[in-house]
């Protein structure tokens, strides 16, 4: 959680800059929780999409903070080579199919994986992960009754951090028992309070298992999303009262303290932890804005079928 949260912070750093591609990108501070509890309780193999605020949970799942900066930064060393950005990394190694910037966009890919795996008899999951704004999409209740009729071993994930964009989920949804929807379609499902890892973690894990003996799962994790929607959205639609309330859900805070009066770490150890991954973020930062852009001759590339003949420029055809 403190990698991830020192990350973002760097992300923002590099928008700031101007050194982001694109003009928006989304950070996830606040959520932490929820990455770190169902990263933890995947399994190698498994196989997950995200959606446009999915930095923290690639990191939970392995991703190389150089690389993923670099994506970020739309240069060569990326993910994607630079071409994805904030909100398109992916990475088939390490069963990340897709960050997607449309709402609920990637949550039917999962259930393709997920009859992959059935058909092909291993014990992975396929996990979507959402925010709120998706539970609002019709694409997800007709993934979610497919891979009940199927009994497909996939797991659907709202990250509800109360706002799809500026609207409050209580504007948007007749209904906040998410829940309740998820088992009318026969799915097992369950709720964790986000700020709690542990809670998140041991939801996931039975709901995990859950999905990998036949009975597809959906887990609500409740979290609040410390700032704007996007980088630059100051959240005029929030009370600064709100957001200091907010705010004080901060699950790194408080798990700090809980190991701290357990006398799991102490202060100075959970401090060496900040600062290490403070020092490892710095380097990912620097990584990024010290290597190149990619050249336009790559511009087609992993785009068309290698053996595809290139595209020629509009520049090129008319001076033919």
């Excluded at 900066?69 to 069963?95: F, N, Q």
């Excluded at 497919?146 to 949804?173: E, K």
């Excluded at 408080?254 to 959970?270: N, P, T």
């Amino acid at each position: 959680m403190v990698r991830i949260r020192s990350f973002e912070e760097r992300v923002g750093e590099l928008f700031l800059k101007g050194a982001s591609a694109g003009t928006m990108l989304h950070l996830s501070m606040g959520e932490e929780g929820a990455a770190a509890g169902v990263g933890l309780a995947m399994q190698e193999g498994d196989s997950f999409t995200t959606h446009h605020r999915g930095h923290g949970i690639f990191l939970a799942r392995g991703a190389d903070p150089d690389r993923m900066m670099a994506e970020i930064a739309g240069r060569e060393a990326g993910y994607c080579r630079g071409k994805g950005g904030s909100m398109h990394i992916a990475d088939m190694g390490l069963g990340h199919l897709g960050a997607n910037a449309i709402v609920g966009g990637g949550i039917p890919t999962i259930v393709g994986a997920a009859l992959s795996y059935k058909t092909l008899g291993n014990k992975n999951v396929s996990v979507a992960f959402f925010g709120d704004g998706a539970m609002q999409q019709g694409v997800l209740y007709e993934s979610m009754n497919l891979a009940a009729l199927w009994g497909l071993p996939a797991m659907f994930v709202c990250i509800n951090n109360q706002y799809g964009m500026g609207t409050r989920v209580d504007h948007s949804s007749s209904t906040k028992d998410f829940s309740a929807r998820a088992e009318a379609f026969g799915l097992a499902a369950g709720y964790a309070d986000g700020v709690d890892v542990d809670d998140v973690y041991a939801k996931a894990l039975t709901l995990l298992e859950s999905a990998r003996n036949g009975q597809p799962s959906f887990l609500e994790i409740d979290c609040y999303r410390f700032y704007g929607h996007a980088r630059k959205d100051k959240s005029p639609y929030r009370s600064e009262e709100e957001e200091a309330v907010g705010r004080q859900r901060d699950p790194i805070a408080i798990y700090a303290k809980q190991l701290q009066d357990d006398g799991a770490v102490s202060a100075d150890e959970f401090t060496r932890m900040s600062q290490a991954a403070d020092a490892e973020m710095d380097a990912s930062l620097a990584f990024a804005e010290g290597t190149p852009l990619p050249g336009l001759e790559t511009m087609f590339e992993d785009v068309y079928d290698p053996d595809a003949p290139k595209p020629v420029s509009n520049v090129e055809r008319l001076a033919l």
